[in-house]
């Protein structure tokens, strides 16, 4: 009977870097002004660095701790980390959703929300692991070690 | 449930002795607050329990024994310690144990009433979790879960989830007030215990807020009455003119709007609420950073005699820009764009437009000795801040460009009519008319004499219409563009009055003091070994740091959306861009 918590991490495929360095040498060759060039490359550096800090995400976690909730964080490429924390009260249960997507049928985990006061209704839908889109064998795995820590949750209920 | 252990961070360092806290049941949560040392008499420490108790409103007891030890425990210190539950009855009790110099902990929980057979006390698994006293106690949950009447001196706390947890710590302030070194009876272990911090500065600030404000308020309220009487005497003989006047320059709203905020500011009312606090905090530092930034300006505007240069510059801008506006009347006049004009029309036009020009370039020369002594004494009301700089130079450009205003207002109006003209005779010429009872076109029948004046004033009307249309549009365009560059400056004046600065900073450099949640890290984990977690505090966002902590602006948006304005602007009907508070019709 013990008290447990479980973490998956999955990372998400590297940056491109050769399309940069093509897109540089571009604008290398095309201007021959010096001011245009090294402002040219100066907001590229920006782009870049504002792509790295706030759009791609290296890495992604989920801790599920028995009676304290679940939390979720996402590790950006420039070694931001942003997290969110869902208190167990709120978590009514973790699933595995389908989805038709164009041609094809994805599979994404998610944690249906439930409001404390009306613990029959499903308030919210949150998914998990967006940017790195794990497979379905993945998504079984983290779905059956979910589902043992909600059981003996459920199994002890708050007094 | 899992029995979760709040145990402080700094205690987990010092000696052996009795946790102190709070038990919430809903959550199976011990807070545990302090640690008593030895040697301490149980009736003082109740005493103490049941002072907080009342300070906090919250149920305050002894949950456990803390040892912190060579090796694992010895059997003497084993044997007082259980005693010490007997005395303290607390259910669950806790039993923390630390080997010195290693990060060995274990922890168990007995349980002596609820279990099956009363005599065999139950144990259950337990949980640490580690939070930083200070933080916790410091930072303000948002949005904030607990329902806003704690003054009201509610017993329960209404708080659910971990917003109860850090509801119990800062509610626990009496608990932290002594310290080690204290000669109390009762020596206490927690954030504090190295010694009370306090700053110095902090505390003269305090003191002398109160008189400070007192202050403040009283000339605040002497200069809003000698603005008020200033105004009241010419409302005697001159009422329009000069409320008009007040109305139109966005300088006297902005003004009125920071004396506002600091009548605020300096209110002697005391905040009731961390969200009226940091309102406060906001206005005074925006206030402060803009009559810095307008000292700068200042600063700047008067070395090497800028302003004398800026005054020899603004006549000739202003004979340029009637210049240009004469030769678009010619060109106009002429042939534009190829387009033949009604000859009379357009020569009427243009001389009087024309005429007006001339008029203007006369009244800014006459001006024009005085601009410098004008521009110096005005630019010296950049002292109040940055805002009120930037109202006045909206201003000025909105005087400068009075003749395209007066431009467009004639145009417009002439265009107005000439479409209204249209429409109603176009409705004579199909034999109908506007039943402006029923507010409805309806069939008529005219006399021929009627409908023979009609149809040729209908027919002049319709050809005079591209000569009309074309002045209209240009002085629509050259309207548009003055108020695009007002209302470029109006936008930046609402940024900088609204952008709460303090909050800002204090999520840049205090980030624990504003929470949007918890965090929490898995420590190192041995086999047998209880799970031990870190819970940080989680800083809010800097996007919603901006939503929530907005400072509310006087709010000159337009009310427009794009279909009505282009609407207006087709069917010739005036429009303002915005409207000040106390709306003026025109």
């Known amino acids: 009977d013990e008290c447990s918590c479980r973490h998956f991490a999955e990372s998400s495929p590297d940056l491109y870097v050769r399309p940069c360095g093509d897109l540089i040498a571009c604008v290398w060759l095309s201007f021959q002004n010096s001011m245009v060039l090294s402002s040219a490359i100066f907001i590229t550096l920006l782009g870049l660095l504002g792509y790295l800090h706030f759009v791609k995400i290296d890495q992604e976690t989920l801790l599920i701790i028995d009676s304290l909730g ?71 795995e983290v779905y059956r070690s979910c589902q043992e820590i909600l059981a003996h949750q459920k199994a002890t209920p708050s007094p | 449930m899992v029995l979760k252990a709040f145990f402080p961070t700094c205690c987990a360092s010092v000696d052996s002795g009795l946790l102190v806290g709070r038990w919430v049941p809903e959550q199976s949560a011990a807070v545990v607050l302090a640690v008593v040392h030895f040697p301490f008499i149980p009736i003082q420490v109740k005493e103490l329990l049941a002072q907080v108790q009342q300070a906090s409103q919250l ?62 006390p139950s144990e259950d698994q337990v949980m640490l979790i580690f939070y930083d006293q200070r933080k916790v106690l410091l930072s303000w949950l948002h949005p904030p879960m607990t329902v806003p009447n704690c003054q009201a001196g509610d017993v329960t706390a209404s708080a659910r989830g971990l917003a109860a947890i850090f509801d119990t710590v800062s509610r626990s302030k ?20 190295e010694g009370v911090e306090a700053s110095i500065l902090v505390e003269l600030a305090k003191w002398a807020s109160g008189p400070v404000c007192l202050l403040v308020a009283s000339m605040l309220s002497i200069i809003s009455a000698a603005v008020s009487a200033l105004c009241v005497l010419p409302r005697l003989w001159n009422l329009w003119p000069l409320s008009f006047i007040r109305s139109k320059l966005s300088a006297c709203e902005q003004l009125r709007h920071r004396l506002e905020q600091l009548s605020l500011v300096f209110s002697t009312q005391k905040a009731q609420s961390p969200t009226q606090l940091m309102r406060k905090a906001n206005m005074l530092v925006s206030v402060l950073v803009d009559v810095a930034l307008g000292l700068l300006l200042l600063s700047w505007l008067y070395s090497n005699d800028r302003i004398g240069q800026l005054a020899n ?8 820009v009637a210049e240009e506006l004469q030769h678009l009347l010619q060109w106009l006049m002429g042939a534009p764009a190829g387009l033949k004009m009604n000859r009379a029309l357009d020569q009427v036009l243009g001389r009087f437009f024309l005429y007006h020009i001339h008029l203007w370039i006369s009244y800014i020369h006459l001006m024009s000795p ?59 010429f199909r034999g109908k008319k506007w039943n402006v009872l029923r507010q409805r076109v309806d069939s008529c029948s005219y006399d021929l004499d009627q409908l023979f004046i009609g149809t040729l004033l209908f027919t002049i009307l319709i050809f005079l219409l591209p000569t009309t249309a074309l002045y209209y549009l240009v ?30 900073g204090l999520r840049l450099c205090r980030p624990y003091r504003l929470a949007a949640g918890v965090k929490f890290r898995v420590l190192e984990q041995e086999a047998g070994r209880p799970l031990r977690l870190l819970m940080q505090i989680n800083p809010l966002p800097y996007s919603l740091v901006l939503c929530t902590y907005r400072l509310p602006s006087y709010g000159c948006h337009p009310k427009h959306s794009w279909s009505s304005l282009c609407c207006k602007l087709f069917l010739g009907e005036l429009i303002y861009p915005w409207r000040q508070r106390g709306d003026k019709q025109d």
């Open chain 1, 70 to 140: 679940i939390q979720m964080t996402s590790s950006y490429a420039s070694g931001k980390e942003s997290t969110t924390f869902i208190e167990m009260d709120k978590v009514k249960d973790v699933i595995i959703n389908e989805a038709i997507y164009m041609q094809k049928v994805i599979y994404y985990l998610c944690i249906l929300l439930k409001d404390p006061m009306e613990p029959h209704e499903v308030s919210q839908v949150v998914p998990v692991f967006q940017s790195a889109k794990p497979r379905l064998d993945c998504l079984i």
């Open chain 2, 370 to 428: 005085f601009i410098e002594h004008i521009l110096w004494h005005v630019g010296l009301s950049a002292c109040l801040g940055l805002t009120i700089a930037l109202s006045i130079l909206s201003d000025i450009i909105a005087l400068l460009t009075f003749h395209i205003y007066c431009f467009y207002v004639y145009g417009a109006r002439l265009y107005c009519l000439k479409i209204y003209g249209l429409s109603s005779l176009w409705r004579l």
């Open chain 2, 313 to 320: 510059a603004l006549i000739p801008g202003a004979d340029r």
């Open chain 2, 174 to 193: 009496m608990l932290f007030h002594s310290d080690r070194f204290d000669e109390s009876p009762v020596r206490l272990s927690h954030w504090q215990s």
């Open chain 2, 475 to 504: 002085f629509t365009l050259l309207r548009l563009l003055v108020v695009t560059v007002q209302g470029l400056i109006h936008l930046l004046m609402d940024f900088i009055n609204s952008l709460p600065l303090y909050s800002l």
């Open chain 2, 59 to 120: 149920g305050m007891a002894v949950l456990g024994t803390w040892c912190h030890c060579q090796q694992e425990l010895e059997e003497s210190l084993g044997h007082f310690l259980e005693g010490l539950g007997t005395i303290f009855s607390h259910d669950p009790w806790l039993q923390l144990c630390r080997e010195k110099g290693t990060r060995c902990w274990s922890c168990k929980a007995i349980y002596h009433q609820v279990s099956s057979s009363p005599d065999t």
